[in-house]
Structures are given as structure tokens and as C-alpha cells.
């Protein structure tokens, strides 16, 4: 099947959609050309007419006062007047019954009544005979039937000027309207082009947007498929490709991971037999310096063991927060429920911890966020002073709803803010070193909110630790 690019598929659709607009453009330029023509032959018909007909009625005057003349001074420069009259009049009478056809039954009556007139001038026609009238020839009569036949000739000059004038507007109307109907066609078919084109081009533009963001949240499970043209689907199947990469490159991290972990414990748990071995006396009574660097060494081991440990948990952590049992939740219930799991270790401190506010349901893992909430307050529980307050706040911004956790501990640093949720970073603040903790809870909570779509960073604050987690609500 044939899948042209993405730049020969933009250009095909501007062609088109261009060739459509210019074709509309074009018929309107043709038509508006047409009646202008139009208009042209009819307004010079209109004038050709008119001067017809009034020359007509000039020579007409003419050939009446010749005849009149002639009749009574009989002079024959008199009657070749009249003659010449006569011919000009004949022929303005010609064009205009070219012009206007309709006009030949008064054309004919008229030259029955100069047919009479020249009778009675005496002298027979040069050009085709005129058809006698019953009429007495030279007879006043017949002299105002000529002036009463030219003004029906101008009257139905006029009549025919102004029907060719509605003509021309009734033609204008039809084709305004008949343009219109093509601009609005061409601009339909344009549209309807460019939405085609749109949906081909950001359809899979959508698709490999998606994709890249599953990439940079670790969801490597579904396949990435791309449509559309040829080099948008070639990008499509290089970023399966990373998928792919991406996957093997997690499971040996894993693999890897694992296998570490599993070669340090094993030698670090006979060394912590050891140490008990000598602890205990087992080989030898101990001197107080020896006493102390067994001791040394015993909380060494304890601890190394302890960041084994919460290595292993942080990257079972990194797994479960990419499977998600999305419901509608309610948060304040659910605060509740943490901060009475986190009784004894308040208790044992003597910290209070206040819950003020309201939130509309989110869609959560319950589950997930309860362990996000809950490594949140055992970090500012751990940093807090003995017999000091914490604070939970919850609020809604638009379509986010807020969680706000304060303390009144050692704080952070302005320039730590962001990387106080990197793993095993625990602040430069001296308070901050000496608190018992391994620098992965905050790294957990972010891991946990991230796959929720929110977001969680600290705050500048005077005194204390201002963290706040963002989450959008359930519509």
C-alpha cells in the first residue's frame, strides 16, 4: 500500500486545498469577466439604440418639413433634402430593428406613412418601395402618424433598455449567488480537506506522543503501533525498538540487581557472624578498644545490610507503582487512616498531627497512595522536634486538590529542593545528617504520586518543611 511522507502529505494537502480556493477564484473571475462583457455588449446595444432612435426622430422632423417645404415652393434642392432624410432615416430604422426585432411591426408602419409622404413629394424610390398607405398622400394625418410612431419607437427604445437593464441585474443576482455557492463549496471542500489532513497528520502525532511519555514513565508492556505516512510509522517502530531496548535494559538492571544484593549479603552476613563471635567473647576475651571497634564494626554491618535491604524494596517500589488499581477516592478518610498507623511513632515523640480542610474524590490506588502519604509523614515525623505539631492541609485549585504537609524540623535547603527526592540524598543541613533514615522514602512518595499523574515538591519556607503533593480529581 502506498504511505507517502509526512512533508509529500502536507504538500499534496496544500496543493489541494490551494487548487480548490484558485478554482473557486477562478470561476468567479470568469463569470465576473462574462457579465462585464455582457454588460458591455448591452450597454453599447442600449446606446446604439437610443441614438437610433433618436436620429430617427431628427430625420424624421427633417423629412416632415421638407415635404411641407416642398409641397409648397416646389424647389428641387427642397426635395433632394428630403430624400437624404429619408435614407439616413431608413437606415437608423435598420439598426434598429437589428437591435431590437420587436421593433419591426413599427418599423414597418412606419415606412408605410414616409411611403405616403414621398408619393406626394412626386418620386419613386431609389432603395426597395415603400407600401402606399389608404392614407391621402401629404395628408396632415399622416405627417403626425410618422411623429406618433416615432415616439412609440422611443417608448419602446426605453421599454427594451429597461429590460435589458433587469436582465442584466436578474443575471447578477444569479450569478452572486451562483459564486457564492462555489466560495462556499470551495471553502467546504477546503475544510473538509484540511480536517482529513489534520486527522491523518496528528493522529499518529497523538500516538507517538503517548508513546514517549509511556517511555518516560517506564510502561514498557504495550507494543507501539504508528499509522499514517511512511516516515511517521518509521518512527513508530524505532520507538518500539527503545521499547523493546528499554525492557531489556530494566530486566537486566533488575537481574543485575538482584545478583548484587544476593553476592553482598551472603559474604556481609558471615561477616556479621563474626563480629557477634567476637562480640560475644566466643575467641578470646576482648579489651575495651577491642570492645569498641566490634562494636564499630557490628553497626557498620547492621547498616549495610539495612541499605541492601532498601535497595531491594526502593526497586520493588519503581515495579509496583506502574501497576495501578485506579477508583474514586476519598482523601480525607484515607489521611485519617494513615496518620493513625503512624500513632506509636507520634506517641513515642510526642508530636501532634492536625488535619485541616477538604478534598473532592480522586482517582487512586489506595493502597499505593496510603504508602505515599505515609513515607511523607514518617519524614517529617523523623525530622520534627520532639512534642512539635505537623500539619496536613487539604484544599482544591481548579481541577487539582492539594495536600500540604509542614513541619517545624531543620528545613531545606533553597538549592536542595529539587533533588530532596533523589535516592539516599538526605540534605546538607546538620540536623538533616544526624536523623536516622536512608534517603529513599521522599524518593518513594514521588515514584507513587508520578504514577498517579501528580506531582510532589517542596516549598520555600521560613521554618521547617513544606512539601506539597498535586493530584487531579476524579470528574
Known amino acids: 500500500m502506498l504511505r507517502p511522507s509526512f512533508s509529500l502529505t502536507l504538500l499534496a494537502s496544500f496543493l489541494l486545498i490551494a487548487g480548490v480556493l484558485g478554482a473557486a477564484a477562478a470561476s468567479g473571475w470568469m463569470a465576473l469577466e462574462q457579465f462585464a462583457r455582457e454588460g458591455r455588449e448591452r450597454s453599447t446595444a442600449a446606446i446604439a439604440l437610443n441614438a437610433s432612435v433618436q436620429q430617427l426622430a431628427e430625420r424624421s422632423v427633417d423629412l416632415e ?28 430604422l435598420a439598426r434598429i430593428e437589428q437591435l431590437d426585432p420587436a421593433l419591426a411591426p413599427l418599423a414597418d408602419t412606419w415606412r408605410q406613412h414616409a411611403g405616403n409622404i414621398v408619393l406626394a413629394v412626386g418620386r419613386e424610390l431609389a432603395g426597395p418601395p415603400l407600401p402606399a398607405a389608404t392614407a391621402s398622400p401629404g395628408s396632415a394625418e399622416t405627417l403626425l402618424a410618422l411623429s406618433g410612431i ?69 510502561q514498557l508492556t504495550q507494543v507501539i503501533e504508528v499509522d499514517g505516512p511512511a516516515d511517521l510509522r518509521r518512527v513508530g517502530q524505532q520507538l518500539d525498538w527503545l521499547r523493546l531496548r528499554l525492557t531489556e ?65 526502593y526497586n520493588a517500589t519503581q515495579f509496583d507503582a506502574r501497576r495501578l488499581e485506579l477508583r474514586a477516592t476519598a482523601l480525607l478518610p484515607l489521611v485519617r487512616e494513615t496518620v493513625a498507623e503512624l500513632q506509636l511513632q507520634t506517641q513515642a515523640r510526642g508530636i501532634r498531627i492536625d488535619i485541616d480542610g477538604e478534598a473532592p474524590l480522586v482517582q487512586a490506588d489506595a493502597g499505593k497512595l496510603r504508602i505515599a502519604l505515609s513515607n ?25 486538590v492539594l495536600i500540604d504537609c509542614i513541619d517545624s524540623g531543620p528545613g531545606i535547603a533553597t538549592a536542595e529542593l529539587e533533588r530532596i527526592f533523589e535516592p539516599f540524598f538526605q540534605g546538607s543541613q546538620p540536623d538533616q545528617r544526624s536523623a536516622k533514615g536512608s534517603g529513599l522514602g521522599l524518593a518513594i512518595v514521588r515514584e507513587f504520586i508520578a504514577a498517579h499523574g501528580g506531582k510532589v515538591f517542596a516549598l520555600p519556607a521560613e521554618r521547617g518543611a513544606h512539601f506539597r503533593i498535586e493530584l487531579p480529581h476524579a470528574t
Open 65 to 92: 418639413r421638407s415635404a411641407r417645404q416642398y409641397l409648397v415652393l416646389e424647389d428641387e434642392a427642397i426635395r433632394e433634402r428630403f430624400f437624404a432624410a429619408r435614407d439616413e432615416a431608413l437606415r437608423a
Open 150 to 218: 416615432n415616439e412609440q419607437l422611443a417608448a419602446e427604445a426605453r421599454a427594451h433598455v429597461a429590460r435589458d437593464e433587469r436582465a442584466l441585474l436578474d443575471t447578477l443576482d444569479a450569478r452572486r449567488k451562483e459564486l457564492t455557492a462555489q466560495i462556499l463549496g470551495a471553502v467546504a471542500i477546503a475544510i473538509a480537506l484540511a480536517a482529513l489532513t489534520g486527522w491523518w497528520l496528528l493522529r499518529p502525532l497523538r500516538r507517538i506522543e503517548k508513546a514517549i511519555a509511556a517511555l518516560g514513565d517506564s
Open 249 to 313: 535494559l530494566e530486566a537486566h538492571r533488575n537481574r543485575v540487581l538482584r545478583h548484587v544484593s544476593h553476592e553482598l549479603k551472603t559474604p556481609l552476613a558471615s561477616l556479621r557472624e563474626g563480629v557477634s563471635l567476637l562480640a560475644d567473647g566466643v575467641l578470646g576475651r576482648l579489651t575495651p578498644e577491642q570492645r569498641e571497634v566490634s562494636a564499630i564494626l557490628e553497626h557498620n554491618t547492621r547498616a549495610l545490610q539495612e541499605r541492601i535491604e532498601q535497595l531491594l524494596h
Open 376 to 400: 511523607l509523614l514518617a519524614n517529617a515525623i523523623g525530622f520534627s522536634p520532639a512534642g512539635d505539631r505537623i500539619r496536613i492541609e487539604l484544599a482544591r485549585d481548579g481541577e487539582t
